[in-house]
C-alpha cells in the first residue's frame, strides 16, 4: 500500500455496535463488562475519528444517524468476519480453560473450598487457577478473568467490577497457645504473645491497634510472613496472634481451629472485586464464572 491506513481501535468499533443493538450506553456497558463512561469515551473516540456525530442522543433513547448506520454496517461485518478468522484458525479456543488469577492465600483459603461447587454445577467446564504471592494481582498478560485487590479510595473508572467483599482486619489465634496459654482477653495481655504479620510492612497490626481507642502496650514480639496463608497456619499452631482479613479464616473460624481472642472487626475500606478482560467476557464459560462468583458473594454469613 502506497498510504498507511489508520483505522479506529476495535475496542471502539465494537461498542458502536453494541449500543447501537443494545439500544443504550448502559446495557451495551454491560454486556461489555465495561463502564458506561469507558463506553462513551469509545464511541467519542470514533466520532472525532470520524469528525461527525454517530448517534441521535436524546433523554429516552440513543440511535444511530445516517453516518452512524455507515460505520456501523462496516463495523458489524468485520466484526463477524474476524469471529470467523478465529473459529477457523483457532478452533480449540472454545475448548481451553477460562483462566483466573488470583492472590495464592485467596485462593487457597477461600477459593478452594468452594470450588468444588462450580464443578458440581458446571461439569463440562474447565477453569485454571493461577496464583500469586506478592503484594498486587498484575492484570497484565493473557488470563481472562482478575481477582483484584481495590484499596481504600481507589475507584478504576474504565473498568466494570464484580464486587466480591470488603475487607475486614480481626486478630485469630489458637483456642490454646503455645506452653498452654490462653489467648488474650485484652490489649494488655497481647503484650505476653507474639504478633503474626502477613506482610513484612507489618501494616495490618499498626492499623488495627489504632482503632482501638486505648493506646496498646509498645512492646510486642514480631513474627514475619509475606503471605496470609502463612501467617494463619502459624496462628493455628499456637505460635501466636495474627492479623488477616476475616473472610480468610472464615472457615478457619467456623471449624474451631481459630478464634477471635478479643476486639472488633476493622473496615479498612479496601475491597477484593472481579474483573473480566474483553477477550475472557467472549469465553463460553464467562457468564458461568461470573455467576458462580455473585452467589458466592451473597452467601456470606457474617
Known amino acids: 500500500m502506497d498510504k498507511l491506513l489508520r ?33 462513551s469515551r469509545q464511541v467519542q473516540q470514533l466520532e472525532e475519528y470520524y469528525r461527525v456525530p454517530l448517534f441521535d442522543r436524546t433523554s429516552r433513547k440513543v440511535a444511530l444517524n445516517e453516518a452512524g448506520h455507515e460505520v456501523y454496517a462496516v463495523a ?10 478465529e473459529e477457523r484458525l483457532a478452533p480449540a479456543v472454545q475448548d481451553r480453560p477460562f483462566r483466573i488469577r488470583i492472590f ?17 454445577e458446571h461439569p463440562e467446564l474447565c477453569l485454571s487457577i493461577e496464583t500469586v504471592g506478592g503484594e498486587v494481582v498484575d492484570d497484565g498478560g493473557d488470563c481472562d478473568a482478575y481477582v483484584l485487590y481495590l484499596p481504600s479510595g481507589s475507584d478504576p473508572q474504565d473498568r466494570a467490577l464484580t464486587p466480591l467483599y470488603d475487607e475486614y482486619l480481626i486478630p485469630v489465634c489458637a483456642p490454646r497457645l503455645n506452653d498452654g496459654q490462653e489467648p488474650p482477653r485484652s490489649l494488655d495481655e497481647l503484650a505476653r ?64 481451629d481459630l478464634i477471635v481472642p478479643f476486639g472488633a472487626a476493622l473496615k479498612t475500606g479496601g475491597r477484593y472485586a472481579l ?28
Open 104 to 120: 495464592v492465600s485467596l485462593a487457597v483459603r477461600w477459593l478452594l473450598p468452594r470450588l468444588s461447587s462450580f464443578y458440581t
Open 275 to 302: 474483573w473480566v478482560r474483553d477477550s475472557g467476557a467472549a469465553h463460553p464459560a464467562c457468564q458461568a464464572v461470573l455467576d458462580w462468583f455473585e452467589l458466592q458473594r451473597n452467601n456470606l454469613d457474617f
Open 7 to 39: 483505522v479506529p481501535s476495535l475496542q471502539a468499533l465494537q461498542a458502536l455496535v453494541q449500543v447501537a443493538e443494545a439500544g443504550s450506553f448502559t446495557a451495551a456497558a454491560r454486556q461489555l463488562h465495561l463502564t458506561q463512561s469507558a463506553i
Open 193 to 256: 504473645h507474639a504478633l503474626i504479620h502477613s506482610s513484612t510492612g507489618r501494616l495490618e497490626w499498626p492499623q488495627w491497634l489504632r482503632a482501638q481507642g486505648d493506646p496498646p502496650p509498645t512492646q510486642f514480639k514480631h513474627i514475619l510472613f509475606n503471605l496470609d496463608d502463612l501467617a494463619l497456619d502459624a496462628a493455628t499452631r499456637g505460635m501466636g496472634v495474627a492479623m488477616t482479613d476475616r473472610m480468610l479464616a472464615h472457615d478457619a473460624l467456623q471449624r474451631g
Open 76 to 85: 458489524r461485518d468485520m466484526l463477524r468476519e474476524l469471529l470467523r478468522l
